[in-house]
């Protein structure tokens, strides 16, 4: 671990943020519990992503099960390909991942792209060996290892379950239903804030890759060939882009542009992914993220997957590398596709015409009576077939006769005995399978980016100073209450104004242990933007020279965690300033 | 399902609150998703309970992972004790709870008390038949069958996981840690909102009986000796209780009485669990519990937990059926005892004296010299047998000599020989272990209670109308905004309206399809408060007769979901007025 992650790791684990889940036992690999500022640090960058994309956007949001059947996998392609490659070491039994071993040990870069059999080669040509105890790996067998954590669902093993190793499947498959809340007006979106699991091999890098997680995902429904997103909102916003050709460039870099120039480049070829770039890059900086060490990158043609025409990913760089923390994928059809393939739904939206629309159609209606006799019990799979073609190829009737085949034989048959015609019908729209446009966010890696780019050293009264600069919108806690000492009375009224403010809402911690300096440390380690403090003026305000305290108005002082200024705010007032600071209505220096 | 379930689960599928996920693959049984009305009401439960029991009590909110390793659950004893009797049918194949296949067809009640033995006699003394096809179940064997999913860590089968069965233990595996968060100070309280899963054998009732739920869980770590609840703060508050005694008694009814009344007749025995009655029940009323259909019922002798000192469940009438929504537990030092038992750590407190203590600590210190030759390869198994004892019972050492038995034998030491003495040790402190006090709250029952308790038909203009009457604060969508007519501009003004009001933080629904009075009912039946229509008045405001409009302020009108009563409200107001009305803050009456 670099030494940024090991001294962010530290401190997430003395302040409550984040450990590895299960220490009594000693741990287990890829599994974190979120303290208690972590916990409310998650779900304030949760309420955040919520209001922006999902309510602001007027959006739904659904949430489903965690355990899923495994028809719904065998439709998403996840049972069959959703793989890694293994490795087991003949003498220690470690499992590793093979794609890791070579790339660790060799100059290849996309391991992962290459076949099984060429990896077990590499492992042999290079004579590689086990990380853990350096016996030879060649002749070890390379295996895809299915990455989906699998359960049974009741008792025995009939009905096999998985834990969706995204949250996005539980929305695809209540496809049908929600269109249905939509009233089939494309378009529309559902979001969905859930856990997903991966069950790597051998899971390493502390909260960026890890076995259970959070995503934040939004399916936007869309008609292709009418709906446009509202690109005027953003257009202006500029976009750091590091696009295809400036990755393969010698001495390519980060573009800044904005959303218009990047799509009248052609840099950006989706509008849809465009108007979401243009969206968060707002949303990345209200929750802390630092736009110097933030990019949008696109995938690079190898790196698609299947599903995808483009793909971007906004990367956040952390100790020196950039890990993606959220994917813009234009999925086109490809999901719903799957899913009206291996189920008995459809996966539509009937799509309304403004006016009817009347039709040609080519029809057969083949006369049974004469394939009959002539074909016997092949005659049915013949009358079949020519309906099929008929919708396929409605050329193949122009002749006299039309050639059919069913299983391997050939049969001709008379286009007028198929009963071959056109009508006219007339059609009152048409069923349309709608294109999504996904940005998929992993909420851990968000958590983790945003302590990192938080984290400050500085000195104050000679003394080292480490401090979060969280915004106060997603610090976990907002106001940190403390007597100036617990004695005279102040304990007291500092705990009686921790209960109002809690009862305003404010996430508070109060605080009577070791001198003030101390207490004001603890709250700028866990990122706690104001502290406020009773001390003897606040019950001797109309005593001293203070002007605001002059009427004998109590006050308190409230202190600003990245300048560490101190002023005086009135009590009668308090809640509702720390309100307004939180919320970004008032700014501090205001005050 | 009773015609109550019947309507709801309909009302809940058509308007989106929940239905069985997977539809489109035949759905299984136990497992549902929360459409978009659903899963908002869900979060705003959530947050209400997070509000009461974590932010304004000052307590800790944690998030662990679902999926945990084999030893935490030896541990909590759900490895070997967490199960359900199962029969499987000869003939058809299907699995049955046995116990409740004994509860259908008997008179018997509490099936789930009696062994497996028993059961298996039972369904062959009565006969009893599958309940799918009707095959004799005699001589089928009878099994616990663990109701826990398991799955793999990693690959291969050497590292099980399982999906917990309550977020609990999530919570109880990081006391360590937490109670370092906490300094150390008993007591502190732990919450965590999360799933839990437990695998049904054959799951019914719905969303009352699930596979996979979430759970908001507060384990209350206290000093038993020392720490007492702020019992003041609700001991006027009124209970409906179900003690033991009613339940057993003829006549037996519920008794309201207060806190203080309950706690001084003894019917309450522990004044925690009286504080956590009372600390609830107005939260109830504040989302929507009818306490008309609400009691507190305590378990009965049969049905406590092992763990358990003493346990009341908090239960609403759905259908005619009493329901568990919440348990409220004294859980003592159980959970804390067996993981110190099962892992290398304590799980304690140190709990400092105000002044340190000198307390007199019999020690033993055996002369090895004489032991040795005397007892050879024994020796030292008798002098662990000797120090355990003097620890056990110190009075065993006061006569000249001493007998100790190791593995059956027994050996007889002098007392000078075991270096026997009474030390003065001077002490600060004590290492204790917390007892625990646990309000459990299942949220999807609370989410079904809530729905059902709002349910409501009345007649409106003649025509009958379904209505959800939900508390502003926890109602899916705040705010229905209706144009008129989407003409003349009143579509364009209602959407700009829609707009503002989702940037003030209000969920918000825009409807322009069919008549007015339609959408009003579809808003109805998903439990929206307020309705704001944009109609010609609000454009032409400063030429009607309307009072609130003479002075050409632009005005829409806003309609109370319970009354239909509708009021005009000047836009420039609107967010204000809407977000007050949600918040408690005005009441409509008041408009």
Redesign the interface.
């Known amino acids: 671990m670099s030494e940024e992650g090991a001294r962010l790791t530290e401190l997430a ?1 003395r302040r ?1 943020f984040f ?1 590895q ?6 741990g ?9 500022q ?3 640090l ?2 304030n960058l949760e309420n955040a992503w919520r ?1 922006r994309y999902v ?2 956007e ?1 959006h ?10 495994e ?2 996998f065998e439709a998403s392609g996840h049972l069959d390909g959703f793989d890694d490659m ?1 490795v ?1 070491c003949p003498e220690c039994g470690a ?1 590793h991942r093979a794609d890791h071993v070579v790339e660790d040990n060799t100059s290849i870069e996309e391991a992962e792209s290459f076949s099984t059999d060429r990896i077990a080669e590499i492992i042999e040509e290079n004579d590689l060996v086990c990380p853990d105890c350096g016996t030879e790996l060649a002749d070890q067998p390379v295996e895809d ?1 299915n990455l989906m ?8 093993s009939s ?1 096999p ?1 998985y ?1 969706r190793p995204e949250t996005a499947q ?1 929305i695809f ?2 496809f ?3 269109s249905e ?1 939509a ?1 089939n007006q494309l378009p529309f979106g ?1 979001a ?1 804030i859930g ?1 997903a ?1 991966r ?4 899971p390493r890098k502390g909260l960026i890759r890890v ?2 997680f959070t995503q934040a995902e939004l399916e936007h429904f869309i008609d292709p060939e009418e709906d446009e997103p509202p690109i005027a909102r953003v257009e202006d916003v500029t976009l750091p882009l590091y696009s295809v050709e400036q990755q393969q460039a010698d001495d390519g870099d980060i573009q800044e542009v904005t959303v218009r120039e990047a799509l009248e480049e052609g840099i950006l070829a989706d509008e849809w992914v465009a108007f979401y770039l243009g969206l968060s890059k707002g949303w990345y900086e209200r929750i802390g993220v630092d736009m110097d060490r933030f990019r949008f990158r696109q995938h690079l043609p190898g790196e698609l997957a299947h599903y995808a025409a483009d793909c971007w990913d906004a990367e956040s760089e952390l100790a020196g590398d950039w890990v993606e923390i959220t994917g813009f994928a234009y999925r086109g059809d490809y999901d719903l596709k799957k ?1 009206a393939a ?4 459809e ?1 539509t939206v009937f799509k309304q015409y403004d006016e009817p629309v009347t039709v040609e159609r080519p029809t057969v209606d083949p006369d049974m009576s004469v394939l009959g006799p002539e074909f016997g019990g092949d005659a049915g799979a013949v009358a079949e077939a020519l309906e099929e073609l008929v919708e396929r190829e409605p050329d193949a009737f122009e002749d006299t006769e039309v050639t059919v085949e069913v299983d391997g034989d050939t049969y001709t048959v008379d286009t007028e005995t198929a009963g071959y015609s056109v009508e006219e019908v007339t059609e009152s729209g048409e069923h349309i399978r709608p294109h999504v446009v996904e940005p998929s966010f992993g909420v851990g890696r968000l958590v983790y980016t945003v302590l990192a780019h938080a984290y400050e050293e500085d000195e104050v009264d000679d003394e080292q100073r480490t401090y979060l600069s969280l915004p106060p919108e997603i610090a976990p806690t907002t106001v940190g209450v403390f007597p100036l000492m617990d004695k005279d009375g102040l304990g007291e009224r500092a705990r009686e104004l ?1 209960e109002e403010l ?2 305003a ?1 404010l ?4 605080d009577d ?1 070791g001198a003030i300096g101390r207490r004001y440390r603890r709250q700028d380690e866990v990122g706690t933007p104001f502290c406020v403090t009773v001390d003897y003026e606040t019950q001797e305000g109309n005593e001293t020279q203070d002007a605001a305290d002059a009427d004998g108005t109590e006050t308190v002082t409230v202190r600003e965690r990245d300048t560490t200024t101190q002023k005086r705010v009135a009590v009668d007032d308090l809640a509702e300033t720390l309100v307004a600071l939180r919320d970004g209505d008032l700014s501090f220096d205001d005050l």
């Open positions: 684990k409550g450990l889940s299960s220490g009594a036992y000693g287990v690999a890829g599994f974190y519990t979120y303290g208690p972590g916990a409310t998650k779900d209001d309510t602001r007027g739904m949001e659904i949430s489903a099960p965690d355990v899923m059947p028809a719904v293994i087991e499992s290892f954590f699998e359960t049974n669902i009741g008792p025995g009905s379950g834990l539980g498959v209540e049908p239903q929600l809340y009233r559902v969905q856990k699991y069950n790597e091999i051998s076995r259970e899913h291996h189920s008995e739904e996966f921790a809690r009862g809402g996430e508070v911690t109060y242990s």
